[in-house]
């Protein structure tokens, strides 16, 4: 059976954080754009161990980072719906194309 | 256990300051004043202790790593922050949640103080998070200000989406080299392709934290929606505090790479100085007419870190002082006018000479200092920087930088025109000033004249390269 290499797992995480980026940048919708940040993390994710695991198996810093990751995209996805809870209470809606008070 | 009180001793000052806000929510709470009285001391007496017993050594195993200059740097953002504490004391009085407001502000010092010592990009990451979130968090601070969500809204997801950015960059690295701490990568960087892709990621994170052109576009949003303290920690000591990691990075870390990131560095200079310039020409509100003149001032800052020397790191680090005074105190002034009044055009500062003469020197003094002119320490810092610019010979980077220069002195003297010399009928009624605003400003006065006409504040950079 075929297992699979570095350059596979490498190929799904790019392509995970250019739909991201993807995502972030066409979404209207602000926890769909939330969730678009998610994915480039979790891309960032799966690098970090497909490194860790072909190249260089005898260290642990991927790993760690990992976890660190994932702490740390929780801390920040808590603020982010706070504010956003809070535009929705101004705003009456978490469309970005309605938060356009200030331009240029 | 002695070693390690010794060397964390800012960030472990922080750490006390926070508990004992903390406390202060206990029981039936402390008035406004009262609490504002003991952050202001808490604040200079964290500022103080920064000048004593300042060793060099590292922690956890060289992720943390701490020597004079960075006990220096440190020091410029304690000094920073408690002149936001003075400054703005009329907008703390009337907040709701003024221990909670310090409480984020000293989380996110705190982050940066981490980042600055940070030896490590694990470390480095989770210090910049810290010193992000929780600005997020204050940039909301007016919760009953539609502007004010909006501007916390594009800062948390600008900054999250670059600090995604950036994680791809180090895992880039990770793969690269094997390693991520700052004393085994330099040996490994050799500027191969991957490793180049690696440094654009990691290069356009610490674009989007410093505002640099062509990642600056939340910058003038999150200043104009946000309470004027967050916005002045913001364009102040958090610039300050990512342009120096910023250094360390680029001259430890990336040193094989030297001839990639100059280019680099010169075309976004360039085009930040530029771009910078031209917006704030057209600029009406106060805050977002100085959020493109900061954005203006990181052009010059990188104009100094090309240099790629001792000289760059300490014309920086001495700007970053200067730049503190300077904005700090057109900002005071800028927040004294907006809390009272609630006024934020500068068209509204016509005729403002006639009534209060004190704020509008001090304005002018800190508006001469952002333009370099002269008597005032920011015609020093710039010209430090441009100095340290200019051991690359590159001549043209240095004259298009030196003409933005002039360019920029029409907008700052526009606002300096508007509050000396336009007639109006109805100019803004006397502003009583707290005591300790006027503290403050004398302080930020104090330093912009002397920092500059003092030689002994850039030797004393110098000597601890």
């Not at chain 2, 960087?189 to 939340?218: D, E, G």
């Amino acid at each position: 059976m075929l297992q699979p290499g570095l350059y596979h797992i490498l190929f799904i995480s790019t392509a995970l954080f250019f739909i991201g980026v993807y995502g972030f940048f066409t979404r209207r919708n602000l926890i769909t754009v939330l969730m678009s940040v998610e994915l480039v993390l979790n891309s960032v994710n799966l690098n970090f161990i497909a490194f860790n695991k072909y190249l260089w198996a005898d260290k642990l810093d991927g790993l760690f980072f990992t976890i660190f990751i994932i702490a740390i995209a929780a801390a920040e996805a808590a603020v982010a719906i706070a504010i956003i809870i809070n535009l929705y209470r101004s705003h009456h809606s978490i469309d970005v194309e309605r938060a356009e008070e200030m331009k240029f | 256990m002695n070693e390690f009180i010794s060397l964390m001793k800012p960030e472990l000052i922080v750490t006390f300051i926070i508990f004992v806000l903390l406390f202060t929510k206990l029981g039936k709470g402390v008035k406004n004043s009262s609490l504002l009285n003991l952050i202001q001391v808490l604040l200079l007496l964290n500022f103080a202790a920064g000048f004593f017993f300042n060793k060099e050594g590292s922690l956890f195993g060289g992720m943390y790593h701490t020597d004079t200059l960075i006990a220096v740097q440190k020091n410029i953002l304690s000094l920073g922050v408690y002149l936001i504490s003075l400054l703005f004391a009329d907008w703390f009085k009337k907040t709701e949640h003024l221990s909670e407001f310090f409480i984020l502000l000293l989380s996110a010092l705190l982050g940066m103080f981490f980042l600055i010592s940070s030896g490590n990009f694990l470390m480095f990451f989770l210090s910049l998070e810290l010193a992000t979130i929780p600005v997020a968090a204050m940039a909301n601070f007016d919760l009953h200000k539609k502007i004010s969500s909006e501007g916390a809204m594009k800062f948390i997801l600008s900054s999250a989406f670059s600090s995604g950015i950036l994680l791809f960059g180090i895992s880039l690295i990770y793969g690269a080299t094997g390693t991520i701490s700052f004393t085994e990568l330099p040996a490994l960087i050799t500027a191969s392709p991957f490793q180049i892709l690696a440094f654009v990621f990691l290069f356009t994170a610490f674009a989007f934290k410093m505002s640099i052109v062509p990642f600056h576009l939340w910058t003038a949003d999150v200043y104009e929606g946000s309470p004027m303290a967050t916005t002045s920690f913001l364009s102040v000591i958090s610039k300050g505090a990512v342009a120096f990691i910023f250094i360390t990075v680029l001259y430890k870390v990336f040193q094989p790479m030297q001839e990639v990131w100059y280019n680099m560095i010169m075309l976004l200079s360039i085009i930040t100085m530029i771009t910078g310039n031209l917006f704030a020409l057209r600029q009406q509100n106060i805050k977002r007419f100085l959020a493109f003149s900061s954005i203006a001032q990181v052009g010059f800052i990188l104009v100094g870190i090309s240099g790629n020397s001792p000289e760059g790191l300490t014309s920086v680090v001495y700007f970053v002082l200067i730049y503190v005074f300077s904005n700090l105190a057109a900002f005071g002034v800028a927040a004294t006018i907006s809390s009272n009044t609630g006024k934020e055009n500068i068209s509204d500062y016509k005729g403002f000479y006639q009534t209060n003469p004190f704020l509008t020197w001090i304005m002018a003094l800190a508006l001469f200092s952002l333009a370099g002119i002269p008597p005032t320490a920011g015609f020093f810092g710039k010209l430090f920087l441009l100095k340290s610019g200019a051991a690359n010979a590159n001549y043209l980077f240095i004259t298009i930088a030196a003409l933005n220069l002039i360019v920029s002195l029409y907008y700052y003297l526009r606002v300096i025109r508007s509050m000396f010399m336009d007639k109006n009928e109805e100019p803004i009624g006397k502003i009583k000033v707290q005591l300790s605003t006027k503290f403050g400003m004398y302080l930020c006065a104090a330093g912009i004249v002397f920092a500059g006409i003092f030689s002994w504040v850039y030797d004393y950079i110098q000597s601890l390269m």
